[in-house]
């Protein structure tokens, strides 16, 4: 009876119910708060796309006759790609041909009659106005010569645009056009992309601009299929007006010596590459939520009972939560089963750690 009356009365002694021995105490995981250097951790997901990428199309309308590329063929500057039916065009340059022999023998007429009747206007046997009707002959003469020279000329160019050839050294990323199809002048038959000129374009909400500068930006990228293939690049270009749709921009991400395995159209990670910074990050098992707010529940060493503290969160980032403000160095905070707490609480510690950066 003894041992019974010293133990209740023990536990009258420390302010605890007969039900909250250490073994009744609900057991909690938990971590002490330190503030640890912390890379910056947003992350986003975008897609490999070539710097340079060229629509190739005819520069005159026709029937595709042939297509010699498909989707990934490599080409040399000069290569044919495509070719249009000539018949039409070459029809043009034989009437084009007929025009200048036409314009070259009336030019020869009118040369002949310009000189008879100077000569005659020399001699006092014409008057002067049928000599300047002669010299109008002539000039007109030289003047549809010119013309017909120049359509000659025009329609040598146009059968030549029959033929679609590569402008520089490349890829082909995309076809618009099959053969027997009609084009129109300037409609994409190819796509053709410089394959070592690669950049990385991400699409970013607006938030994440807050911390930007306008200082060039470093970037670390790498593919979701490889993630230990890293590579380093620099923002080259942010899209001054947001997408209507996603209301995102799109950030283009210059890859500095991309490997050959990072191909066009692989997804790919990226994350801004910046100095590490004092701050405490929490996982997100620890956070709880009171009233639509971010809370974190907080130990008593001395009485063993929780509270509930409101916490300020710099930002949310895959695994982790960056706390701004509300939490100080060595806090005992609860991280597991925060849903099921109450205020006042009294627990028992499973084990407690540090708040570490790599803790991420």
């Known amino acids: 009876m003894r041992p019974c009356i010293l133990l209740l009365a023990l536990l009258v002694l420390a302010g605890c119910k007969p039900g909250d021995t250490p073994a009744a105490l609900r057991l909690v995981r938990t971590l002490v708060v330190d ?3 912390i890379n910056e951790d ?38 044919t790609l495509a070719m249009l039916d000539t018949q039409d065009y070459q029809n043009r340059l034989r009437s084009a041909e007929a025009d200048v022999s036409s314009a070259e023998a009336a030019l020869i007429n009118a040369q002949g009659t310009e000189a008879r009747q100077a000569k005659l206007l020399k001699d006092g046997w014409t008057p002067k106005a049928t000599y300047d009707a002669a010299l109008q002959n002539l000039q007109a ?28 050294d490349g890829v082909i ?52 299929s490889n ?13 001054p007006v947001a997408d209507p749709v996603t209301r995102t921009y799109a950030v283009k991400v210059t890859l500095n010596n991309p490997p050959p395995q990072l191909r066009f159209g692989m997804s790919i990670g990226g994350r801004l590459k910046g100095k590490a910074a ?3 990050a929490l ?7 009171k ?3 971010p809370a974190v529940w907080v130990l008593d060493q001395q009485s063993s009972s929780l509270t509930l503290r409101p916490i300020t969160v710099a930002r949310y980032e895959a695994n982790t939560v960056v706390v701004a403000s509300g939490l100080a160095k060595g806090d005992i905070i609860v991280t597991a089963g925060v849903n099921t707490l109450t205020v006042g609480q009294k627990v028992r510690l499973a084990e407690a750690n540090l708040v570490r950066s790599d803790s991420q």
């Open 278 to 280: 004092l701050a405490v």
């Open 35 to 37: 503030t640890k250097r």
């Open 141 to 168: 003469a030289e003047a549809r010569l010119k013309a017909a020279k120049a359509n000659l000329d025009l329609t040598h160019d146009q059968l030549n645009y029959t033929t679609l050839k590569a402008d520089f």
């Open 42 to 79: 947003r992350q986003a997901i975008g897609e490999v796309k070539p710097r340079y990428e060229s629509d190739l199309s005819f520069r005159v309308a026709g029937k595709v006759l042939s297509r010699l590329v498909d989707v990934g063929a490599w080409v040399k500057q000069g290569d």
């Open 283 to 289: 996982p997100l098992s620890a956070i709880f939520e």
């Open 173 to 224: 990323t995309a076809v618009g056009a099959e053969a027997g199809q009609n084009v129109n002048a300037g409609q994409m038959v190819v796509k053709l992309a410089r394959p070592d000129d690669k950049d990385g374009v991400f699409n970013i909400a607006e938030t994440a601009f807050t911390d930007i500068s306008k200082t060039q930006l470093e970037v670390v990228v790498w593919p979701l």
């Open 227 to 239: 993630p230990d293939l890293t590579l380093e690049g620099v923002v080259r270009e942010i899209s």
């Open 291 to 293: 009233n639509g707010s």
